[in-house]
């Protein structure tokens, strides 16, 4: 199987910072990696796909890098609803596999 | 609107089975792979199961021959009977579309399954 280790574990920011999310891969997945947020109660909601394209109804805040095995999710600057679990997922290799996830909090 | 909607979650005992069902609206299901993807809680997400729109279906080893995915296109339904379920299986259940992208574009509410003497 392929791992998604996700960086930091917890990451705390204040409502307007940069925030800076970490996926790396334990082989290679190409540009097949999407990222999800995750609200307490809720279910996950797509962000990102192939690495760096935004979702249908997703703000400009959110954006994608990375290739290989690094990838990064930053967001801009954060608003109230981004506070909230961040999940990275591969499907360039069978299972598909989703990263432990970062939880953002409120400093 | 597109609606994913998971039922038939509850309290099971080791060994036991439950059936879960996923209604689907707002959209043409038989066009589309779905899948059932599950959260312990607290937990991260693990992919469990698939079927395409041909029927053919993929499972994550730790299930493999006791769960069994299925869809009736008729019903625009989709279900993920479960047998033989363990401690480990506790979880919430949540259907997903894949989308045209291959990427989860939409995801039910999810449906709590506890397996527990």
Known sequence: DTFLTQSPATLSLSPGERATLSCRASQSVSSSLAWYRQKPGQAPRLLIYDASNRATGIPARFSGSGSGTDFTLTISSLEPEDFAVYYCQQRSNWPETFGQGTKLEIK | ?117
């Open chain 2, 1 to 117: 609107e597109v609606q994913l909607v998971e039922s038939g979650g509850g309290l099971v005992q080791p060994g036991g089975s439950l059936r879960l069902s996923c209604a689907a609206s707002g959209f043409t299901f038989s066009s589309y792979d779905m899948h059932w993807v599950r959260q312990a809680t607290g937990k991260g997400l693990e992919w469990v199961s698939a079927i395409g729109v041909g029927g053919d279906t993929y499972y994550i080893g730790s299930v493999k021959g006791r769960f069994t995915i299925s869809r009736e296109n008729a019903k625009n339904s989709l279900y993920l009977q479960m047998n033989s379920l363990k401690a480990g299986d506790t979880a919430i259940y949540y259907c997903a579309r894949w989308s045209s992208s291959r990427w989860y574009d939409y995801w039910g509410q999810g449906t709590l399954v506890t397996v527990s003497s």
